[in-house]
């Protein structure tokens, strides 16, 4: 066996090995490249594999965020051929990429939710093998999160009347365009920093998917998708200005973005990451699909 950098080449045979041995995280070509190549931080020295007989058995992709307070280090992807499990491969892996995160500056490295180009924002719950091989690993457990799942075919998602109603209030609501963003970035910087480069990838779909609330001109709330993990039906983020909470703009916003990916030809839209879990059950009548448990080690 040994270990080597990841290769532009090594596609076709990571994703057999990937989709082989994650059952709840299937992924297409697309969104492989997605995750890993196309990670604005990817680090050739952070993404390695093992190969056994010019196989790829094993594959692990850390990296640090180079944007966030304290460039934090994240091992974003690891899969170990079930083949070849419990042979000390996945710990090798970790403990290599540990160390080069610790070289970079990184104080602690946390799994999976590498925000904002993220597959999921923990391990999930049944995924019990990784659980406890992290745990292993001296990870501490320090919280736990969710997903949850809207079927889109219950109803249509017209938000006409809603609409109206915001207006006479004086509350507009439609579709951002291109000269949208210096507004909604300073709303962005003053409430919710971590999710720019998010919300910004929104523009550049066609089309855009990315609605507005705006009073006197001014953006007031905000609610996107396909920010992450594009095309698979994949919610927000969203949000509203505190002052401008309460009014039913969230709802009318959220809804608009349903529809979208309705018309995409979905039949259901993921919500990641979920605070507000009686929010999305009563505007969409989402329910918890997946749990998530986040994992942390101080380097």
């Given amino acids: 066996m040994k270990m080597r950098h990841l290769r532009d ?5 990571l994703l ?23 990670d604005k931080d990817f680090s050739e020295e952070l993404a390695l594999v093992v190969e056994h007989d010019n196989t790829i058995i094993a594959f692990i992709m850390g990296l640090i965020r180079t ?14 051929d079930e083949r070849f499990q419990r042979r000390g491969i996945g710990s090798r892996l970790v403990k290599e990429v540990e160390q080069r995160l610790k070289a970079g500056g990184a ?9 904002p180009n993220y597959l999921n924002p923990g391990i999930d719950a049944r995924y ?12 501490e457990r320090i919280g736990e ?14 938000t006409e009347a809603e609409e109206q109603r915001l207006a006479g209030k004086g509350i507009e609501v439609r579709r951002a365009i291109m000269g949208d963003w210096e507004d909604l970035e300073t709303l962005l910087r003053q409430h919710w920093p971590a999710w720019i480069e998010e919300v910004q990838r929104s523009l550049l779909n066609y089309p855009i ?3 507005l609330a705006l009073v006197d001109g001014r953006v007031v709330a905000f609610s996107a998708h396909d920010c992450n993990n ?3 039906g994949w919610f927000g983020p969203m949000g509203t200005d505190p002052d401008y909470r309460g009014k039913g703009i969230g709802g009318v916003l959220l809804r608009r973005c349903l529809k979208d990916i309705k018309e995409q030809g979905h039949r259901f839209a993921t919500i990641p990451w979920v605070g507000p879990i009686a929010f999305y059950l009563h505007y969409a009548g989402a329910e918890i699909s997946r749990v998530f448990y986040r994992y942390q080690k101080t380097l």
């Fill in 230 to 232: 594009f095309r698979t």
């Fill in 16 to 38: 057999a090995l990937w989709n082989r041995n994650m059952r709840y995280d299937q992924l297409t070509p697309e969104l492989l490249e997605e995750k890993v190549w196309d």
């Fill in 67 to 80: 944007g966030m307070p304290e460039n934090a280090g994240f091992i974003k992807l690891l899969v170990v």
């Fill in 209 to 211: 998917s990315l609605h």
């Fill in 128 to 139: 019990t093998r990784g659980m406890v091989f992290f745990e292993k690993q001296s990870y």
């Fill in 9 to 13: 080449s090594d596609i076709e045979a």
């Fill in 145 to 158: 999160t969710w997903n949850m799942e809207a079927d889109l075919s219950r109803e249509n998602f017209d």
């Fill in 107 to 115: 104080p602690v490295v946390r799994v999976c939710e590498s925000a």
